[in-house]
């Protein structure tokens, strides 16, 4: 299995509050991702990343932001949750542009 | 804009059936590429299979199969004689720019019982 680790793998929380998810690879890949996973829509990219400091907005990027301080982390951080950001959360990690992305297990995080 | 379409929300097969499950993309790209990864109820997400747009040639493996067709933008997946493990929501994938973003179809639930 690719090793990476996200953590929390749950988290319940308020509205209003702040949210940082961490994703931890052990592979050394330049290419991690942010997705997230509702009913009816697969997986929509949140955000990505293609080097330390080097990050970019995916399609649902409104709401959230994220870090690249080592190749090894990559974090999301809901500044102000909001009830419509419940979800769960993929990080995904690739070796160049086009090869399969390796996921995590996921974060279901639920903001009430 | 890339978009897939998985326009099969579930399918529910008895065990030995056969299943296919299609996929539909749309790009203007001449390169690019397709996925399908695998979702069982545990939730995590499993890569079954990746095609360039170079390379229509079919693929068997074990028993699933997959047709790869640029005349008709499929790329469908066939189960043959399913088994309960193969119960998951399957989803296709495709990328077409240099940053390996992924667009997902909505993903297809299949229920094999036994």
């Known amino acids: 299995d690719a090793g990476i680790t996200q953590s929390p793998r749950h988290k319940v929380t308020e509205t209003g509050t702040p949210v940082t998810l961490r994703c931890h690879q052990t592979?050394?890949?330049?290419?991690m991702y942010w997705y997230r996973q509702d009913p009816g829509h697969g997986l929509r990219l949140i955000h990505y990343?293609?080097?330390?400091?080097?990050?970019d907005k995916g399609e649902v990027s409104d709401g959230y932001s994220v870090s690249r301080s080592k190749t090894e982390d990559f974090l999301l951080t809901l500044e102000s949750a909001t009830s419509s950001q419940t979800s769960v959360y993929f990080c995904?990690?690739?070796?160049?542009?086009?090869?399969?992305?390796?996921f995590g297990d996921g974060t279901r995080l639920s903001i009430l | 804009a890339q978009k897939v379409t998985q326009a099969q929300t579930e399918i529910s097969v008895v065990e030995k059936e056969d299943v296919t499950l299609d996929c539909v993309y749309e790009t203007r790209d001449t390169t690019y590429y397709l996925f399908w990864y695998k979702q069982p109820p545990s939730g995590e997400l499993v890569f079954l299979i990746r095609?360039?747009?170079?390379?229509?040639q079919n693929e068997i493996s074990g028993r699933y199969s997959w047709n790869f067709q640029k005349s008709t933008s499929s790329f469908n997946f066939t189960i043959t004689a399913s088994q309960v493990v193969d119960s998951a929501v399957y989803f296709c994938a495709s990328l077409t720019d240099s940053w390996g973003k992924l667009q997902f179809g909505a993903g297809t639930q299949v229920v094999v019982t036994p």
């Open positions: 995904a990690i690739a070796g160049a542009d086009n090869q399969p992305q390796h």
């Open positions: 592979e050394n890949h330049r290419y």
């Open positions: 990343s293609y080097g330390v400091k080097d990050t």
């Open positions: 095609r360039n747009s170079f390379d229509e």
